[in-house]
């Protein structure tokens, strides 16, 4: 994939809840199948801290955490979605759910399985994601 960033937007289905991040045109996408992202079928670009901004919403967001509670998964109060959040893999970054993204500067993309369901075993391969 292309390091040249472009602006991408996106927001909760209310869109209560808005951001914006830097990230290639042509996006990697990683489908997990752990219980959580397989139940609400989310789809991560993870993206360092500092190429996600929150353009609107911050009153309207609101926090839970499990297990190890590393992993801070931000959900609108308004519409229940799940947009971003900070992932356990990645704590110095943000997942972005790609389902919630706009898609007018996204060039193309590719979705890859993750597996989730074995996490402990494969979360070191999603660990450089974050960095810049």
Same mark, same amino acid.
């Given at each position: ?11 909760? $289905?209310?869109? &209560? ?7 290639? =045109? ?6 997990? +199948?752990? %219980?959580?992202?397989?139940? $609400?079928?989310?789809? $991560? ?18 926090? #839970? ?5 590393? =992993? ?22 943000? %997942? ?7 898609? +007018?500067?996204? =060039?193309? #993309? ?10 402990? &075993?494969? =979360?070191?391969?999603?660990? $450089?994601? %974050?960095?810049?």
């Amino acid at each position: 994939m292309t390091t040249e960033l472009t602006t991408h937007q996106g927001h909760c $289905h209310c869109r &209560a809840v808005t951001w914006e991040i830097q990230a290639p =045109a042509k996006l990697r996408v990683d489908e997990c +199948d752990c %219980s959580m992202c397989e139940m $609400h079928g989310f789809q $991560h670009i993870i993206v360092p801290k500092s190429r996600f901004t929150l353009l609107s919403g911050q009153d309207n967001i609101t926090t #839970y955490t499990f297990n190890t509670h590393v =992993a801070q998964h931000y959900f609108c109060k308004t519409c229940g979605i799940e947009s971003f959040y900070v992932p356990r893999s990645n704590p110095d970054g943000y %997942s972005i759910n790609f389902r919630c993204l706009e898609r +007018d500067n996204v =060039a193309e #993309y590719e979705i890859l399985p993750f597996d989730g369901k074995n996490w402990e &075993a494969n =979360a070191a391969k999603l660990a $450089h994601m %974050s960095k810049e």
